[in-house]
């Protein structure tokens, strides 16, 4: 196989810069990702590295799983490709019996249920809320390798904006950090520093990692924290066979302490690397593209992207009345890209927080658009899966069957809820997807042939590398969740001020950082891009939000101040006409006659109609009661 084939020249001379240091820089949808792919594969095929001494370091565990099963169709199977944390865990705890001794840790996902026992401890009432935050300046400085008693001052020095006092934030930390050595616990930045810290003890142990991986390649390096900088020094030991690729321009991680400096310095740190730059956007549109270029036009790194894609629609801005409108004409719009033949799995609705997706799971349910939150991550931790791999495994080791594997499995699978059609909404049909997925799975693998022992063992592989089938449904996630990811159609919603930009976001630079935000989200979508946002948050609520100061010249509909028009009239204003389907004031003379708002599609369901009618009444209701 020519694994050069499909490249551009530009990602050609990535792939075929086989030795570091080499560092790429380019802007969204330029193929970064893919000439990375495309460079391991080629090296592995030309025997200049054994797939085993390469190590590919990616952002999520679910773009790590991708690049995996990449590489395994470009026929270099058995490369490592992790993320980070899971590199380092993998590496501590095969060293941890030799090295540390004892019962090895437990790795902790949330810092705050030890902050409110450390707080307790301290004789301190806990606020949720303030402690989240507490947990992110934590966070904050163990990445930036500040100690508890060096955090006043350093975050002075950085301008954060802590929800307590720093020196109160600076003991609980230290009691935080008490606790966690007590407990045996470890956290995400633990496992970095500690694996760092081994290789630095214990020389053997450097020696053995550096032996193995020879070939480091970093995805995302605009998002490389000060912590992580310190690991990947310490692997390569001096070394300087690494490949970075990057954007500076989607770098939305800084408030963790990230940092794109290792990257726009990276020429500079190495000065023999060969520096490539991609302009070309595959991903996008040229309506989408322009628009990405118009949001990051006074960015101080010119990247601009040149779209190679043919027409799209132009991306569309709405307003709406309140969030429930939002929630119901962006599920009302999937539908009709549903019905015009996007598959659901190519749709994406994302927001700022995650306390925003509620509205829209409550919209979708109604509607009957299958969903899944934050895409199908930690896919094989969900209860039906195991479930079903459990009763698979159970069938492939007794024998069973003997029969094709597709009913086999579809047999087994309908026993735990797999109903020949899917259920309306909610949890329901995010589980019934989940097992249709499997099924899917079962299909594709019993028309090449395989047997349910084949099947086990791929669902054993792929739980092992977090790797989903694809599953059906409309993912629901955050921005920030969405970084490396693509779909045909993305809805950016709740685009208002105190949102993008988030209202604590106080300094330009993080400001900025919003603006970059807004960019990774518009460049998520290779066709269809509906950008949106509500002026109140309930039915008959004050409208008192404005539009996303970035959409500013963007869109017709926001230059200068937001405008809501009212029917003209005598002394006496008319009342005002809404759209039957969102509830939108008609302005427009035509829609007034059709009942019904340009954005929305005149072949709505009824029964559907009346059910959200139903719910928008109940939501006025429940805003009108004091909290
Ligand atoms: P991001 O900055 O968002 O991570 P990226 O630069 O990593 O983007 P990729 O995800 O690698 O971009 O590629 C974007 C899309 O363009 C993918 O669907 C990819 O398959 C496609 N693509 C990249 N290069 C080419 C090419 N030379 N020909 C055709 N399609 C391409
Ligand atoms: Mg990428």
């Known amino acids: 196989m020519d694994v050069l084939e499909g490249l551009d020249p530009e990602q050609r001379e990535v792939a075929q810069a086989v030795r570091g240091p080499v560092c790429v820089l ?10 990375i792919t495309h460079r391991i594969a080629y090296a592995v095929q030309s025997g200049i590295v054994e797939p085993q001494g390469v190590l590919a370091v990616t952002f999520t565990t679910r773009a790590a799983a991708e690049l995996r099963q990449r590489l395994r169709l470009l026929g270099a199977p058995g490369v490592q490709a992790r993320t980070f944390h899971a590199a380092a865990l993998r590496q501590l705890s095969y060293f941890w019996p030799r090295v540390i001794g004892g019962e090895p840790p437990q790795v902790i996902e949330s810092k705050l249920p030890l902050l409110i026992e450390a707080c307790r401890r301290m004789r301190r009432n806990p606020d949720r809320g303030e402690l989240r935050d507490v947990a992110s300046e934590i966070e904050w400085a163990k990445v930036t390798q500040i100690a508890p008693e060096d955090y006043p001052g350093a975050a002075v020095k950085a301008r954060r904006t802590p929800p307590i006092a720093p020196e109160e934030v600076a003991r609980l930390y230290e009691g935080y950090e008490t606790l966690r050595r007590e407990r045996n616990l470890i956290d995400f930045e633990t496992i970095l520093e500690l694996t760092a810290a081994v290789m630095a003890e214990h020389r053997e142990v450097a020696g053995q990692i550096r032996q193995q991986y020879r070939y480091f390649v970093v995805d995302e390096f605009q ?5 992580q900088k310190l690991l990947l020094d310490t692997w390569l030991g001096g070394r300087d066979d690494l490949c970075v690729v990057g954007d500076p321009n989607q770098t939305i991680y800084s408030f963790t302490g990230a940092t794109p400096h290792y990257l ?102 109604e509607a009957g658009v299958p969903y899944l939150l934050r895409g199908a991550e930690r896919f094989f931790e969900r209860p039906e899966v195991r479930q079903a791999v459990v009763l698979l495994r159970g069938a492939a080791r007794s024998g069973g069957d003997e029969e094709p594997l597709a009913p086999g499995v579809h047999a087994i699978l309908s026993g735990i809820g797999l109903t020949a059609e899917p259920p309306g909404g909610g949890k329901a049909r995010e589980k019934w997807e989940s097992l249709k997925a499997l099924a899917d799975l079962a299909e594709d ?75 990774v989200g518009i460049t998520r979508a290779r066709e269809h891009l509906h950008l949106s946002w509500a002026l109140a948050r309930s039915p008959g609520g004050r409208r008192s939000r404005r539009p996303s100061r970035f959409l500013d010249g963007l869109s017709p509909r926001t230059t200068g101040a937001p405008r809501v028009e009212r029917p003209a009239g005598g002394k006496k204003a008319a009342a005002p006409l809404h759209c039957r389907i969102c509830g939108k ?30 719910w928008r009444t109940a939501a006025a209701k429940e805003a009108k009661v004091p909290a």
Not at 276 to 294: E, F, K
Not at 491 to 509: K, W
Not at 587 to 608: F, I, N, S, W
């Open 26 to 35: 380019a802007g969204a949808g330029t193929g970064k990702t893919r000439a």
């Open 223 to 227: 998002d490389v924290n000060p912590l």
């Open 264 to 365: 726009t310095n990276f020429a500079v740190e190495h000065p023999s690397a060969t520096v490539i730059r991609l302009v070309r956007d595959y991903r996008s549109t040229p309506q989408v593209v322009s628009l990405a270029n118009r949001v990051i036009s006074r960015s101080v790194h010119r990247l601009e992207l040149v779209a190679q894609r043919p027409d799209g629609p132009e991306p569309v801005f709405t307003e709406y009345d309140d969030e429930p409108a939002e929630a119901l004409g962006v599920a009302l719009t999937i539908k009709k890209l549903m019905a015009d033949g996007v598959p659901t799995r190519q749709i994406a609705v994302l927001f700022r927080i995650n306390a925003q997706s509620e509205a829209y799971e409550q919209a979708f349910t």
């Open 445 to 519: 693998m019993g028309a090449e042939g395989a047997d349910l022992t084949a099947f086990v063992a791929e669902l054993e592989r792929r739980a092992l590398e977090q790797h989903a089938p694809p599953v059906e449904g409309v993912t629901l996630a955050s921005l920030h969740a969405a970084k490396g990811l693509e779909w045909d159609a993305v809805f950016l919603v709740g685009l208002t001020e105190g949102m993008v930009p988030i209202i604590y976001a106080e300094t330009p630079e993080q400001v900025e950082e919003e603006r970059r935000l807004l960019y």
């Open 585 to 614: 004031t008609l302005t427009v003379a035509a829609e007034q006659k059709l009942g019904r708002c340009a954005t929305c599609p005149a072949d709505y369901d009824e029964a559907l109609l009346d059910s959200l009618k139903a």
